[in-house]
C-alpha cells in the first residue's frame, strides 16, 4: 500500500511539473475517452492526461450582521479540498492554445449546453466554485463566478474537442488576484443538467489548473 501511494504521488508530481507544448489542432489524433462525460487534456498532437472527477460539498455562509437587522443574507458554494487539483500544468501553459476532448453520449448537441468551464476561488487549503447569492427579498441568485471563452467542434464519434485560447488563458492568469497569486489558476468542467437549476448537496467536476508563474 506505501509502494502505491509513493507510486501515485511521484506520478502527480510529474504531472504538475509537465510543460505545455503548442499543439497544431489539424494533426492532433488522439483517441477519444472510453467512456462518456470523461476528459483528456492534450499535452501534444498525440498525448494527454485523463483529467480527475474530484467530488465536492454545497456549503453556505450568513452574513450575521444583517440577520439581525432581519435581512436574511448569504451564498451558497462548492468546496474542493487543496489548493490545487491532482493534474496542474506549470505555467507555460498559458503561452499556447489549452485542448481538452470531452466525451459524451453523441457530440449532435452545442457543447455550450452540455457543459462551463469556470475559474475558481482560492482559499488556502481549497477551491470555491460560488453557486448562488441569496437574500430574503430576491431569494437565490447565481453568483457572478465567470466562465472561461472557449469553442469546440465535433471529434470522433461521440466526443467535442474543445479549445481555450492563449489570449483567454493569459487574461485569466493576468486577474489573478489574492491567493490565486500564490496558486495560479484552477478549474472545473461542470456537466450541466437540463432537468433542473437546483443545486445538490454534493457534486463531482472534471478539475485542472495551471501553476503560477515563476516571475
Excluded: C
Aim: aromatic fraction near 8%; glycine fraction near 6%.
Amino acid at each position: 500500500m506505501k509502494r502505491y501511494l509513493l507510486t501515485m504521488t511521484m506520478l502527480l508530481a510529474l504531472v504538475t511539473s509537465m510543460s505545455a507544448q503548442a499543439i497544431n489542432e489539424d494533426n492532433i489524433n488522439v483517441p477519444e475517452p472510453e467512456f462518456e462525460q470523461e476528459a483528456i487534456l492534450l499535452t501534444n498532437e498525440s498525448e494527454g492526461i485523463s483529467l480527475e472527477i474530484e467530488h465536492s460539498k454545497l456549503k453556505a455562509t450568513t452574513n450575521v450582521g444583517m440577520a439581525l437587522l432581519g435581512v436574511v443574507k448569504g451564498s451558497e458554494y462548492y468546496e474542493l479540498p487543496g489548493h490545487a487539483a491532482p493534474i496542474t500544468l506549470d505555467a507555460s501553459a498559458f503561452d499556447h492554445d489549452m485542448y481538452i476532448i470531452i466525451s459524451w453520449a453523441d457530440n449532435k448537441r452545442s457543447p455550450k449546453r452540455l457543459f462551463q468551464i469556470i475559474p475558481l476561488e482560492i482559499q488556502k487549503n481549497r477551491r470555491i466554485y460560488n453557486a448562488n447569492k441569496f437574500n430574503s427579498f430576491k431569494g437565490a441568485v447565481a453568483a457572478d463566478q465567470g466562465y472561461v471563452d472557449f469553442t469546440a467542434k465535433k471529434y470522433g464519434e461521440h466526443s467535442y474537442l474543445i479549445k481555450i485560447s492563449s489570449d483567454e488563458l493569459k487574461k485569466l492568469r493576468d486577474n489573478n488576484k489574492g491567493e490565486m497569486k500564490k496558486y495560479g489558476k484552477q478549474f472545473i468542467i461542470r456537466l450541466l443538467n437540463a432537468s433542473t437549476d437546483k443545486l445538490s448537496d454534493t457534486e463531482d467536476f472534471i478539475t485542472f489548473g495551471i501553476s503560477k508563474p515563476n516571475k
